[in-house]
């Protein structure tokens, strides 16, 4: 158990339809990432928050887009799904930056039908 | 930018077998390096991190990387394999800041014979 918690564990939803994933870092971690996991793309980086702050962003469509509250939980929204939007969603949390070690939480399966 | 290549996707060794898993990266600068280990259905667990100083770095379940910068290589290395140890794994190369990501290879699945 990693600490890293992700709500809910399965999705399964329609094309055009919007989710909300959710994620809780370890006590203490400050920086969240999210990644996604699919079978064609591999592992991929989305998007980091650090303190409630966007700071860096990698390949997320513009459907996609995430924040993170003040008590340092990050949610990931996802609207507009299309059959391609299937995959594993990876959230991880670290205390500060890649000099710390990213959890990762056991993912979200969203599945689009 | 960062990558990480993995040439080998899918291993078999026998139980009780050494084990060498590679891993070649391309950064800039200083790289950070990882290997994490996915069980199906499971999350990504790190077995071993490699920052600065020694270049051999041990992690746990008895694994054990070498960073070798002339390489540009992180393999990852067990001198015998069990075989709970059946799964996929990553090397993945982060970078320093608070602007940080991970950066993953394609992942390598090792099959363990019993």
């Known amino acids: 158990d990693s600490g890293v918690t992700q709500t809910p564990k399965h999705l399964i939803t329609a094309t055009g339809q919007r989710v909300t994933l959710r994620c809780s870092p370890r006590?203490?971690?400050?920086?969240v990432y999210w990644y996604q996991q699919s079978l064609d793309q591999g592992l991929q980086f989305l998007i980091q928050y650090y303190n409630g702050e966007e700071r860096a962003k990698g390949n997320i469509l513009e459907r996609f887009s995430a924040q993170q509250f003040p008590d340092l939980h990050s949610e990931l929204n996802l609207s507009s799904l299309e059959l391609g939007d299937s995959a594993l969603y990876f959230c991880a949390s670290s205390v500060w930056s890649a000099a710390d070690t990213q959890y990762f939480g056991p993912g979200t399966r969203l599945t689009v039908l | 930018a960062q990558s990480v290549t993995q040439p080998d996707i899918h291993i078999t060794v026998s139980e009780g077998a050494s084990l060498e898993l590679r891993c070649n990266y391309s950064?800039?600068?200083?790289?950070?390096l990882f290997w994490y280990v996915q069980s199906p259905g499971q999350g990504l667990q790190l077995l071993l991190k490699y920052f600065s100083g020694d270049t051999l770095v041990q992690g746990i379940k008895g694994f054990e990387a070498e960073f070798k910068r002339s390489q540009s290589s992180f393999n990852l290395r067990k001198p015998s394999v069990h075989w709970s140890d059946a799964a996929e794994y990553f090397c993945a190369v982060g970078a320093a800041g608070t602007a940080s990501k991970l950066t993953f290879g394609t992942g390598t699945r090792l099959q363990v014979t019993l």
């Open positions: 006590s203490g971690d400050l920086s």
């Open positions: 950064y800039g600068a200083t790289p950070y």
